[in-house]
């Protein structure tokens, strides 16, 4: 075997730390991401894959909430099926195993209680289990696989497929590991250290004290060591300011207001646990976060139902109720601030009071969120505090909840000491002491109000920048850019290894552009410390493999911990076509050291999609697990990492890759709104018009019996009387009235003589089956019977039952205005061409003083369709090359969530943008000056989605898996904004990294930053 000493470049102290990092950032990512509504009892640990000589399957599931859960009658379904016995109870916090052989199972472990057999067997390759409730409703569920993003190792190793935090999601393979042991810890918590929570020091106020220079002078560099004597520095609250002390031109959010069921970090609670942040009114007694009742809108990433109990199916007291919550409007203008909320009550509310000022705000309902209701007055500076007074209905106890969903604005104040305007650069200093866990990661999280640039330090070395060029700073430097309009950056979390045990300095230089003088600096600053675990596992890993098809197949292993491991006793063990194993005789592998084994030293050669299993001596754990290809494949980073593919093969070194990280995305627009229902809008026209000519006939037998109705034409009435005037009207008038309607008089014809005339009209159709509706409008005195084409389509009140040549009214009737007749149902007469509308008139009698006949005809058409209402589908991601020359993204390729490939011959230029879309043509029609690369195949989720860009080489690209929770900016979940990188080089894995784009104008795209690498985004 060869050994390679430690590589250059980042240490494996750094590479260890990295590796816990990931962890970390992993579960900071789960913590946004809750449960489905439903899931009070979810899958925890899977023993799908036991290994061939020993073992069981089993599964194991957790209670979530702080009570005994009943499952009676509860089910596992899928790829096997179990149904749980009447009194099956888990305790709260608890855990229940189901095995397939339950009695073999409980002799193996020792375990006391354990349910089962289950019907069917747990797959090696991956399938769908459901837990379902009594009422055959979801509560949970996971499609683990044995490839992919799902961990290798549970396939068949010994180890359990396990969730990384029982709160987690169970469908993301992001929140699933393998066990610490082989056997897993069926009825014990998967990782005990990982219940050790971070824990958050805040340590300077937005609106704290500093000493500061204003003097213009050059202060060098030792001002930021801790050991500067600034003791003739003067000391002034924030926020510092020169000119005018200012109040923000753009209101902010009020950051100390929460929505109910909400953790101090924005993320959701489970049922069962205590809301921080509401209480009950009258008593300050605590509230809990409840399990929605089905009834209930359900609970999600935004906010959680609270009440009395952690179970929404709980009953309670019938009556008045009032909750509140407190917050606090320091570091605001208390007039300038505004409340939006949405609510769901249980059953009423009476009234929402502001300082016990009543709003007079109601609703009824909890079945969805009523709202948006709105608060702009009755606040006061500091702490305020909201009452939400309701009922519950009825004279006996029932179900009882409130759900709030709220967020509020107010105009930040922007400057409480003035300092000299003109200096370059100001400097400020803070001093604070540390007394936290020494053992613990550490984190600075930042959040800065800046004009224009600044530098940060701690304890003498940089640790952030903002708007400041990349080079050396000193006084003279400018800022990057001038800033117009300074807002609260939000809290950025950055890493740091020189917290001092004690007295700490934070010290700042905040710098001017150029093109003014104005200052304007505030910074609030806390340390989070993230507990290390008990203990490390060992630390050495698979780092490359040769391909399954190569001449000679070897692996790497890495030691990418701190210290040297001795590898005596080690397993390389090989499963599936070719099972086979190795034994490391002796030797150690030093910090940083590289180990290859050959296929000789080996003594086997795996084949395509055989697994690779690490075990430490014993082969009571599995250090870690790989599967073997038909290509060659190396990690990146460095024994962390993903499984990617290297330009050469680095056997004994570090990995080579020929990776692209300058294309970054940018921009996703993954849920635009909700579009409401439109109706269809339709034009009605005249196709036949009160002028239109007409042919006119009083008969004197019955010669013509129907014919002369359009069912037979062509029909020859070229000797009836031709219509005159502007008008179509037929009739006569003795006396006065109907004059002006008549072109045709039919006086002489008539009177004394008959009381029936025909009118035959043709007109004009071209789109017949384009016509929706029919309407004929008629002016008539005393009756009329109207044909199309031969078929009866109308007849009036007064028109006789049996119709004769010489038939008359029934009953006189006086002609007003049109009266309306819908003939809609006889529109399948219309041909296209000419058509015939045929008109019987009949007068009451021979010697009435009057008759007319008028029609007219109108076609509703449609102009365009109606929709349904539901999600926009307006989608697409937009990427961005931060770089400085061309990049050829000629078969790059979007997978996962979405896909699409690059077509050949697509390049990004430095600086330029592109984008995709759900519906390209639709999109380019809406910007046609955007560039659009094309049309992917499936759809972004709204509740999250993990997007993956490989490069031409099939390595990772850019990866971005965004969330619809806190700390993920909730206006781009259906509020018109997209989620726009605040800086491309940032970490846009982050959430921190990401803003919702200002949709309040919706006019054009635009892109905004923090820094002014990157010129404006044609997309937004």
Request: charge should be negative.
């Amino acid at each position: 075997m060869t050994v390679t000493a430690r590589r250059e470049g980042l240490s494996m102290r750094e590479l260890g730390r990295k590796r816990i990092g990931v962890v970390l950032i992993r579960l900071v990512l789960a913590a946004s991401w809750v449960q489905a509504a439903d899931s009070i009892v979810v899958f925890n640990e899977l023993m799908y894959h036991p290994r061939e000589d020993a073992g069981i399957e089993w599964i194991e599931l957790h209670n979530l909430l702080a009570l005994d859960v009943d499952v009676s009658k509860w089910s596992i379904r899928g790829g096997v099926e179990y149904s749980f016995p009447v009194g099956t109870l888990i305790p709260a916090d608890g855990y229940l195993v189901i095995a397939k052989e339950p009695e073999a199972f409980s002799l193996m472990t020792g375990a006391d209680t354990v349910y089962g057999p289950f019907s069917g067997k747990l797959s090696n390759s991956g399938e769908r289990l459901e837990l379902v409730n009594n009422d055959h409703r979801l509560m949970d569920a996971i499609d683990y696989e044995d490839g992919g993003e799902w961990p290798v190792a549970p396939d068949g190793s010994g180890v359990t497929l396990a969730k990384r935090r029982p709160t987690m999601p169970s469908g993301s393979p992001a929140h699933w590991t393998w066990s610490a042991q082989c056997g897993g810890t069926p009825g014990a918590a998967n990782f005990p250290d990982d219940d050790l929570m971070p824990v958050r020091h805040e340590v300077v106020t937005l609106q704290g004290e500093w000493r500061y220079d204003d003097s213009g002078g050059d202060q060098g560099t030792l001002w930021r060591e801790t050991d500067y004597d600034d003791g003739d520095w003067p000391i002034g609250q924030a926020a510092f300011f020169s000119g005018q002390p200012g109040v923000g031109d753009t209101p902010t959010a009020i950051t100390t207001l929460y929505s109910t069921g909400l953790a101090e970090n924005g993320a959701v609670l489970p049922p069962g646990q205590t809301d921080p942040h509401y209480f009950v009114t009258s008593t300050a007694a605590p509230l809990m976060v409840m399990q929605n009742h089905p009834a209930w809108v359900p609970n999600d990433g935004a906010s959680m139902w609270i009440g009395l109990s952690a179970q929404g199916t709980d009953n309670q007291p019938p009556g008045d109720y009032s909750f509140s919550t407190t917050f606090d409007l320091t570091g605001w203008l208390a007039e300038t601030a505004s409340l939006s909320f949405t609510v769901a009550v249980d059953n009423e509310l009476l009234d929402v009071r502001i300082n016990g000022l009543g709003t007079g705000i109601t609703s009824v309902g909890h079945d969805a969120f009523r709202g948006p209701f709105t608060i702009q007055s009755g606040f006061v500076s500091g702490v305020n505090q909201i009452d939400f007074v309701f009922t519950n209905w009825s004279t006996s106890a029932n179900p009882m909840g409130l759900r709030i969903q709220i967020a509020g604005t107010a105009v930040p104040v922007l400057g409480h000491t003035s300092v000299a305007e003109g200096p370059i650069t100001h400097y400020f200093c803070k001093s604070f002491v540390y007394e936290g866990d020494p053992q613990s990661a550490v984190t600075v999280n930042l959040n800065y109000l800046v004009d224009d640039g600044a530098v940060f330090y701690l304890n003498g070395r940089e640790i952030h920048r903002t708007n400041m060029p990349e080079a050396t700073i000193d006084y003279s430097t400018t800022a990057s850019s001038d800033v117009a309009d300074p807002q609260l950056s939000g809290f950025l979390s950055i890493p740091v290894t020189n917290l001092a045990m004690g007295h700490n300095v934070l010290a700042v230089e905040v710098h001017q552009s150029d093109q003014d003088g104005d200052v304007l600096f505030a910074a609030s600053v806390s340390i989070t410390e993230t507990p290390e675990p008990s203990t490390e596992p060992v630390q050495v890993a698979f780092n490359e493999l040769a391909s399954a098809r190569d001449e000679v197949f070897w692996l790497e292993l890495v030691n990418y911990g701190e210290t040297t491991v001795g590898l005596t006793g080690f397993v390389v063990a090989c499963v599936g076509q070719v099972d086979a194993e190795y034994t490391i005789p002796a030797g150690a592998l030093p910090a940083g050291g590289y180990l290859v084994l050959d296929g000789a030293t080996l003594g086997f050669r795996p084949a395509d999609e055989d697994r690779l299993f690490l075990y430490p001596p014993g082969q009571d754990a599995v250090s870690d697990a790989a599967v073997v290809k038909n290509s060659h494949r190396g990690r990146y980073p460095e024994a962390i990492g993903t499984w990617q593919y290297p330009d050469v093969p680095t056997p004994g070194a570090e990995n080579h890759f020929d990776l692209n990280h300058d294309v970054v995305i940018n921009e996703i627009m993954y849920h635009r709104c909700y579009v409401p229902r439109q109706s269809a809008q339709y034009d009605t026209s005249l196709i036949l018009h009160a002028g239109a000519p007409a042919r006119t006939y009083v008969p004197a037998d019955d010669t013509y019996g129907r014919r002369w109705t359009g069912a037979e034409e062509p029909f020859d009435d070229a000797l009836w009387t031709a219509g005159t005037g502007s008008t179509t009207g037929i009739g006569y008038e003795r006396g006065e009235g109907y004059e002006d309607w008549i072109g045709t008089d039919v006086h002489d014809a008539m009177y004394g003589v008959n009381r029936s005339v025909y009118v035959r009209i043709p007109f004009e159709i071209t789109d017949a089956a384009g016509i929706d509706g029919l309407t004929l409008k008629m002016k008539y005195d005393d009756a009329f019977i109207a044909y199309i084409n031969g078929r009866e389509v109308a007849r009036s009140a007064y028109a006789p039952t049996l119709v004769r040549w010489d038939s008359g009214a029934d009953n006189g009737h006086e002609a007003t205005d049109f009266e309306s007749f819908d003939v809609t149902g006889h529109k399948d007469v219309l041909i296209e061409g000419q058509n015939i509308l045929a008109i019987h008139g009949f007068n009451y009698g021979t010697t009435s003083s009057d008759m007319i006949i008028l029609p007219e005809l109108e076609v509703r058409q449609q102009v365009s369709p109606g929709t349904p209402g539901g999600e926009s589908d307006e989608e697409w991601i937009e990427l961005y090359n931060k770089g400085e020359g061309p990049i050829d993204l000629s078969g790059w390729e979007f997978q996962d969530a979405i896909r699409f490939v690059f077509p050949q011959g697509t390049v990004l230029g430095p600086d330029e943008y592109i984008v995709i879309a759900r519906d390209a043509a639709a999109l380019t029609a809406a910007y046609p000056t955007i560039r659009v690369a094309g049309q992917y195949e499936g759809r972004l989720s709204n509740k999250g989605e993990r997007l993956l860009l490989v490069d031409n080489h099939r390595n990772i690209a850019d990866e971005v898996h965004y969330f619809d929770g806190k700390p993920w900016p909730g206006k781009a979940d259906g509020h018109y904004a997209s989620l726009e990188l605040r800086d491309p080089e940032a970490d846009n894995a982050r959430a921190a990294a990401w803003r919702a784009s200002d949709e309040s104008a919706r006019t054009s795209w635009k892109t905004y930053t923090y820094r002014a690498t990157a010129a404006a985004s044609p997309v937004g």
